[in-house]
Structures are given as C-alpha cells and as structure tokens.
C-alpha cells in the first residue's frame, strides 16, 4: 500500500514538472508578441492613423481648400467606459465654420442602437450644438452593451448613429437629409479610453435601421464597431492567473504543513489582492476573474483543512481509510516496490521479492566506557550475593538438645 502511495506522489510530481515547464514555456515565448502589441498600441495612438473618419465633406474629397467652403467640423473622443452603469463617455468637441453669418446653428444628436437590424422604436440619445465659428466642447454619455464577465476577453458592442438638425433663430429645428450631412460635415471618431482598443467602423444602411412609425428620425450615418481589449493585456492577466494557481497549488500541495498554516492567512490576502491589480476600478462580483479567484481562496482553504486532518489523524494514530498512517521504527522500504516491510524480513509480501534484511544492531552496554576512555586494566570480579546462614540441624531422637555431637 506504501509502494502504491509513493507511486502515485512520484506520478504526480512528474505530471506537475511537465505542466508547469509548458505554462514557463509558452509564457516566455509569448513576451515577444505582447511587447509588440504594447509598442503598436503607443504608436497607434500617439498618431493620427488612431483616428476613424466616419464621413467627410465635399470640399474635401473634391480637393478644394475647406477654409473657404461652410463646414461643420466635430471630432468625437471615447474617453471611458463605465461597467457598472453600462455607459459610454464621449467628448465632442465642434466647431460650424462659417465665412457669412450663416444665421442657425447646428446640432449634433448621437444614438445609442441596440442592433443594427432590428431598429429600436425610442433609440437613446445625447446631443451636442455647434456655434458658428467658436469652438465648443462638452462631455456626452450613451448607453451601451457591457460584456464586462467575460474581462479581458469582452468584446463590447457599439452602434453608433448620427445625424444633424438645423436650427433656425426661431427655434425651429429640421432633419438635414443624410446626403446633405455628408456634403457639409467632417466627422472624426477615436478611442482614448483606458485598457480599450476600437475595431474597425462597419457602415450600415441609415434607412434600414430607421426607428419605425417615425417622421423625425433620420440617421446621417450608421456605424457598428467593437470595444475590446488591447492584446498584451490579455495575454498578461491570463499568464498571471495560471502562474498564481501554480504558484497557490506549490505552497498548499508541496509544503510542509507546519510551513502553510501559519501564512495560510497571508496567502488568501495576497490572492484577493491580485484582483486590484488585474481589474484596477472595476467593481467587485462582476467578472469570470471575481470567481475564479474566490475559487482559488476556497481552494486554499479546503486543501489546508484537509491537510490539517491528516495530521491529527497521524498524532491520534487513528486507522481511519485514506489517511496517512504513522510508520512503525522497525520497518522500511522494500526496494523492489517500496512497500513497507520489516526490518529482519528476506522476502517481500507485495511483491515476492527476496531482500537482505537488516542486521538490527543490539542495545548498547551501558557499562561500556564513554567514547575516549580507555576501560581499566583489571576490574574486579562482582561479589558473591550475601549467604544467609541455615538453621542448625535437629538433634538425634533420644538426645537431649545441647548435648555435644563427637564423632568416632
């Protein structure tokens, strides 16, 4: 049963070798790429190819100088998401140039689309106004839909559509038809939100996804891309996460249990502060990493309390199946199948293989003298145990006691 036992600690072993050695592997090989990854996304965003151009003016794509034409220009920035509420935080900044007074303004309205084939009946919306010639910046929030469990490997969804009003000095307001915007507008869209990369924007048919049984909602453009996140990050927290199981099953699993059990505290601690690390302001119980850390905590807890067991099994020398069971002095290993045998046994009950059995030393001479004395050079013989003297022999029949004994 020993034998049995060791057997499959070595296996384990052996397995735990391999599994951690291809994690180190793969994790060295993969620092090149996310490096690299790390380097495209400064580049990419300290320059202008970061910026999407959703539609542009005539008088630019004909070539002509844009100073002496009326356009409108905003230029739209993502500056945060916000998980809890679901929301999107733009920063729209405009201007409507104009070389007469132009006598309106104009006013930028976004929408929030659920799904660009199915159109929504009340679609939400944050507008913005552009003065003639002033520029003008004002912070927007939309509604959109967070896949925030599934962080880093979320994938959010961001349909955005756009589209223009003109309003007169009497207040009145009228819907500029799409062709008309496109004519008359420049229109910039960039992601500078923290830990998000914006996909490329997919153009969908305004008229297709126009609310129904509606007059005055006309999209301008329609536009679907994805926030997600940068490639280095989510290669750092998934190594993170499989080096920290690692690094937990090592200490709970190999360690000795006296080693464990006090800085069984420490280490729960240490394993919910990764979270800090990883998921920085997003707030707890909201992603797959909240579980999977609680599970590694319970884990921890679980496999120490087990451990504990055992070892109140090995001080009560209980019998119970399973446990581990307190070795006797005058055993050892049988060196065939390393099945606990006695000492003087010359053949294994296991596996029946002949052993040499240990020559099991006698008990020391306490009368020996101490290692560096030399014994004396005679030592007297023990004295004979004290005799008790018998009692005199009876007298002969007939004769008076005391009367002397004379021999012929």
């Not at 059990?261 to 690390?277: D, K, N, S």
């Amino acid at each position: 049963m020993g034998g049995v036992r060791k057997g499959l600690a070595k296996g384990s072993q052996r397995a735990g070798f391999v599994v951690v050695a291809v994690i180190v592997l793969i994790a060295a090989l993969a620092i090149p790429v996310g490096l690299s990854d790390v380097r495209n996304t400064l580049l990419r965003r300290a320059s202008l190819d970061d910026y999407h151009l959703l539609f542009a003016s005539d008088a630019l794509r004909d070539g002509l100088d844009p100073s002496q034409e009326n356009i409108g220009y905003f230029e739209t920035q993502i500056t945060g998401l916000n998980d809890t509420e679901q929301t999107l935080t733009l920063r729209v900044t405009g201007v409507q140039q104009c070389l007469t007074d132009c006598g309106y303004k104009e006013r930028v309205i976004f929408y929030s689309l659920a799904s660009a084939t199915v159109p929504d009946e009340y679609p939400e919306f944050a507008a913005f106004t552009l003065s003639p010639n002033v520029a003008t910046t004002e912070t927007l929030k939309l509604p959109y839909r967070s896949d925030i469990y599934r962080y880093p490997f979320d994938a959010n969804p961001l349909i955005l559509g756009v589209a223009v009003e003109r309003i007169r000095p009497d207040n009145t307001a009228t819907r500029l038809p799409a062709d008309q915007v496109r004519r008359e507008f420049l229109f910039l869209l960039r992601d500078i939100a923290p830990r998000t990369m914006m996909a490329a924007l997919v153009s969908h048919d305004p008229a297709a996804v126009r609310p129904p049984n509606t007059t005055n909602v006309e999209y301008a453009y329609v536009g679907a891309t994805t926030l997600e996140r940068p490639l280095h990050l989510r290669v750092i927290i998934a190594f993170i996460l499989l080096l920290m199981t690692v690094l937990v099953a090592y200490i709970v699993l190999l360690r000795p249990f006296d080693t464990i059990v006090g800085g069984v505290a420490g280490l729960v601690l240490g394993t919910w502060g990764l979270r800090g690390i990883i998921l920085g302001g997003i707030p707890g119980d909201f992603t797959f990493i909240d579980l999977y850390l609680l599970g590694l905590i319970f884990f921890v807890l679980l496999v120490t309390i087990a451990r504990g067991l055992n070892v109140l099994h090995l001080g009560g020398e209980l019998r119970v199946p399973g446990f581990a069971v307190k070795k006797m002095e005058d055993t050892r290993s049988c060196p065939e199948c390393e099945s606990d045998i006695p000492k003087t046994a010359h053949r294994c009950r296991f596996c029946t293989a002949y052993v040499t059995p240990e020559i099991v030393a006698p008990p020391a001479d306490v009368s020996a003298p101490p290692p560096g004395i030399a014994a004396p050079l005679f030592v007297p013989p023990p004295a004979p145990p004290f005799a008790v003297p018998s009692a005199p022999p009876s007298a002969p029949p007939g004769v008076p006691p005391g009367t002397p004994r004379f021999s012929r």
